[in-house]
């Protein structure tokens, strides 16, 4: 007797279940660092102080009087509610709850499935798919919506008027809390169709029933402060992905293509795309028995093509693909009975493998987010200290601020002084956005910003476009002075507005920065000491990063390519001989270590690490060309 089988299978089930919650909360209870809730929240505290919604801008200066749509109103105030009673914890506790029940829903939408390994199983998938989008933002809203709508729908009480009520409710709520609302008119509109063919047909159908259920839920779309324009906002967020956008939305990291590069190095990916392989297999299986669910087919292939259009949409198709996968896969019920303990033990393996992914922190260095398991606020990324510093020396003036710094320094400051822009896209003229996001790299952008917003300071993210492109110039441009320096940002006043004890000397201050507890601060430090050219101090600080992590792969990377810049070739072919123990296909360190054993005529050496290169990128121009001169040689 094996140790999988002395459990029965209801205690497999029950462990599985207990396994899928902790990689649950390993994933949703995490430390904020999204950029954009510090204006959500800011906006909600707004609204319930002047019990009005902002039509103009007046939380930004380069957006100060244009036109506002404010389709997250309500979602705002929840937020600006919950930061009143608790901080950011309770933003994160309202996060939390509203995921919690998105998922419970998706579970619930399995019928019978969900008592099952399989509908365990599932879940970890749309789990694992939605991950990325675990983040306070108006968009959860939608997720839990579709969640709700498609459990409701699927469980057909058209009739009732109660259940007609809760829809209307739902989509009330959903309409004046993001605007991608008009999905719910489209999920009853499928059902809708359906029942049309049925009734077209004379076949039993609910036709006059979903014809009021969707009068009441289109109806519910105008119970808003915005009429028809909520549906022409709800347009203009779907161009904001896919490559009808414009470049600056085409920058934007979550809008990258689903299938792009980026996007491959995720669980989220991955696990959305078993979803779409075992949708397939239950589309073409159902369609060849017959008994395909003609608007639940609908839905799925609508929201696929939603998915296709940017990475953060995957979770629209994942939270429906679940069930429809419950529902529609025949052979996995199946063959589950037949193989139940030897797979619950995998299912049980692999998950609490992926809890401990999150629970460790190594997913989010895997995936460079500057966030833990935990509650509050990320103590690495915003510049904690900054908010002090600004009020004690009464800095008032208009800041330069890295956008994605915007909405950190309004929520703290609001509304004695405003951020030059802070990431709400539609409210800018783009023209005017892209001059001013360009303008760090281009002389002529850059006086035209200084002089029409009459800047006198600057707030840079080591971690931003902003800081890459000026940082390099500041140190040596007499218009600027470094007054204030931390672990996550660097503040630069204008020459004629500090004294000289205020000044900071970067070579005294850069070893006594405060508060570096953990790779992820060492790491963002990391580019400020590349960006200023401080290459002794980049790698002592890089050096502090192993402490934390010895193996990193991007640390010793970075590490290895700094010891070269100060020609310590010992120390950078240790660095790169360490980084392919854990990494023992990357290029760029195979053609560092071929260099120094060029460089020391041990050719036998340098040949073996280009032949490694080809082996990996047969066609990799540099190592083609190195192995040339060294025939020649």
């Not at 679940?322 to 193989?339: C, N, T, V």
């Not at 360490?578 to 060029?598: R, T, W």
Request: with cysteine; charged share 15%; aromatic share 14%.
């Amino acid at each position: 007797m094996t140790f999988a089988t002395t459990f029965s299978p209801k205690l497999w089930f029950r462990l599985t279940v207990i396994s899928l919650i902790c990689v649950i909360a390993a994933f949703l209870v995490h430390e904020i660092c999204s950029l954009d809730i510090w204006w959500q929240v800011t906006i909600g505290r707004d609204i319930l102080s002047t019990f009005s919604i902002p039509d103009q801008d007046h939380f930004s200066r380069a957006g100060f009087g244009r036109p506002y749509h404010d389709s997250h109103w309500l979602f705002q105030v929840a937020l600006g509610s919950v930061d009143y009673v608790a901080g950011m914890v309770g933003v994160q506790a309202l996060m939390v709850a509203i995921w919690s029940v998105a998922l419970a829903s998706c579970w619930k939408s399995m019928g019978k499935a969900r008592y099952s390994l399989r509908g365990v199983f599932l879940v970890f998938l749309v789990t694992m798919a939605s991950v990325e989008r675990f983040l306070p933002r108006p968009e959860i809203v939608t997720f839990v919506m579709i969640a709700l709508f498609y459990w409701r729908l699927r469980k057909g009480a058209f009739d009732l008027w109660l259940e007609r009520l809760l829809f209307f409710f739902l989509q009330v709520i959903w309409a004046n809390c993001h605007g991608l609302f008009v999905i719910g008119p489209f999920l009853v509109g499928c059902y809708w169709v359906s029942e049309l063919y049925k009734y077209i047909k004379g076949d039993k159908s609910y036709f006059s029933s979903v014809s009021v259920l969707l009068a009441l839920v289109i109806l519910a779309t105008f119970i808003t402060p915005f009429g028809l324009d909520g549906w022409k906002y709800a347009f203009l967020l779907f161009q904001e992905a896919g490559s009808g956008a414009n470049e600056i939305l085409k920058s934007v990291n979550e809008l990258s293509p689903t299938f792009g590069i980026a996007a491959r190095h995720s669980p989220a990916f991955w696990s959305f795309v078993i979803l779409m392989i075992l949708c397939a297999i239950s589309i073409v299986q159902s369609v060849f028995l017959r008994n395909l669910s003609l608007p639940r087919t609908i839905i799925i292939l609508a929201l696929f093509a939603a998915a296709l259009s940017g990475r953060r949409n995957i979770v629209l198709f994942a939270l429906v693909a679940g069930p429809f996968i419950a529902e529609q896969f025949k052979p996995l019920k199946q063959l589950a009975p037949r193989w139940h303990n030897l797979t619950a033990v995998i299912c049980v393996a692999m998950m609490w493998c992926m809890a401990w992914w999150g629970f460790s922190g190594r997913y989010y260095t895997h995936m460079q987010i500057p966030a833990r398991f935990g509650i509050g606020v990320t103590p690495s990324f915003f510049p904690h200290g900054l908010v002090g510093y600004l009020d004690t020396h009464q800095i008032t003036g208009q800041v330069f601020n890295s956008n994605v710094a915007g909405g950190f320094f309004l929520y703290h400051h609001y509304p004695d002084r405003l951020p030059l822009t802070d990431g709400r896209w539609e409210i800018y003229d783009l023209q005017e956005l892209s001059t001013i996001r360009q303008a760090p790299k281009q002389p002529n952008a850059w006086s035209w910003v200084i002089d029409k917003y009459d800047i006198q300071a600057l707030l840079l993210l080591h971690a931003s476009p902003e800081a890459d492109a000026l940082l390099p110039k500041l140190p040596t441009n007499p218009q600027w002075r470094l007054v204030y320096l931390d672990k996550a940002a660097s503040l630069w006043l204008r020459n004629d507005l500090v004294s000289e004890d205020q000044t900071l000397d970067l070579n005294k201050v850069v070893f006594t920065i405060p508060n570096v507890s953990r790779i992820d601060d060492a790491l963002i430090l990391e580019r400020f000491f590349r960006s200023i050219g401080m290459t002794n101090a980049r790698v002592e600080n890089l050096k502090r990063a192993l402490q934390f992590e010895s193996s990193h792969p991007l640390v010793l990377l970075r590490l290895g390519k700094a010891q070269l810049e100060q020609r310590d070739y010992s120390g950078a072919e240790e660095s790169f001989s360490k980084l392919l123990l854990v990494d023992p296909d990357n290029i760029e360190a195979l053609n560092e270590l071929a260099f120094l054993a060029y460089q020391r005529n041990e050719y036998s050496a340098a040949r073996k690490y280009i032949d490694r290169i080809l082996v990996v990128d047969p066609n990799n121009l540099d190592a083609l060309n190195n192995l040339k001169i060294m025939k020649v040689n």
